[in-house]
């Protein structure tokens, strides 16, 4: 016969009964009381910005504030709270200590109720190559003896200043070369031009207002097209000087302010750019001028050229100087007619093979072209030709001088005017690069 006990086990109990809930932690010690409910984390962005969803720029310091909330009814005390961060590193700062990879604080009590906010300075990674990636910090609180209350907050950690360093890269060898090339032209000319200055002046030079594209023309066909505005003080220094800094301001080093004050930036180039566009808007208002006037008013349509009175129908190759600048005349009763005086003014500066035909018809109706003459191509290079073939002592009637001039003044304004338009175009190219790359790449939170 088996021993019986010598008493009932403990699960032996009368039927219907429960055993009664353990009230035991460890072995002989009650266990602790029910966590207090209520205890909440939350990671809030300090920046706006950055919570609509903005990224954030490698190195800058931002502000996340960890808030800490008692929904509860009695008070919570040393509440340990442990941030880990990823694609970011901490400051320490505030109530923060920094241990590693983990910062931690301590808040001694909470009451019911109560909300505290623990800053948090955190500066993002260098994404690497990729150029974005994700920077991230998880929370967890807690009370000992109690589950932990956590929160984890990401954002985009974009190199900004490195994507705008890099596009500001293509406008400095881009548009910005342009911009220095088109200057130097201004300045300097085209030397495939025809040099010695108008070689045509009209019967009765114009004053004031109305001689301003001959001028203007005068200046520019001394430097083969170019502008001596544009090639001496201020004017020469406000370019080189523009041009020299917006080269350095695209080779900077792309730091986290480099994406701040472009517009501010671009202004000020504007403005100091003031003085050069205007010049340039001189230049243009003179051939337009120029245009408008009577291209072929009175051209001389029967042999206009004399030599000491006597009219000539040939002019011998012993007697051409190049370089002459041909001293007009008034002849009285010669008001000239014929197709060249018919033929109207150019539209605009692309009208080169009007202006070309033009002065091929003044160059011949004022007999200093054959009809049958080879085309020169240009109105510039049928002018020289026209030069070439002039006599020293050679005079043209009035008719014939004007219209040689005025095609003289309009063809030296065309270049200047196209030399204008590239230049203009490639400062507003230059500064709206700029903007551009700044808008498609500044996109990080400020």
Known sequence: MPAMPTAPPANLLPPGNLPPPANTFEAGRPAPAAPPPGLAVEVVPGDASIAAGKAVAPGVSRTLRIALTNHGTVPLARIAVTAQLDGARAEPSGPWRVEGAL?????????PGARVLLPLQVRSADPGPAGQATGRVLVDARIQGQPPAGDDFAWTVKDCPGAYRAALEGVRTGALVELRQASEAMRKGNPDLPSGGLSFRPAKPARGAAGMPIRIAAGVASRRGGD???????LLYTAARTILELDQYMKQRAVPTLCTGAAGVVAAYRRAFTPVESRLAAIRDAAAMARSAPAAEGVATTGGATTGGAMTGELRA?????????????????????????????SGPDSGGDLAARARRAAIDAGLLPADAPDAGSALATLAAARAAMRTGTRLDPAAADALSAVEVEAWLAEAEAGAERLSQAFKATLDGVLAAHDANCTCAP
């Open 103 to 111: 910062v931690r604080a301590e808040v001694r009590t909470l009451a």
């Open 228 to 234: 001596p505005e544009l090639a001496r003080d201020p």
């Open 318 to 346: 012993s007697d051409l100087k190049a370089n002459d600048v041909t001293a007009v005349v008034s002849t009285p009763g010669n008001a000239g007619s014929g197709p060249a005086a018919s033929a109207g003014a150019g």
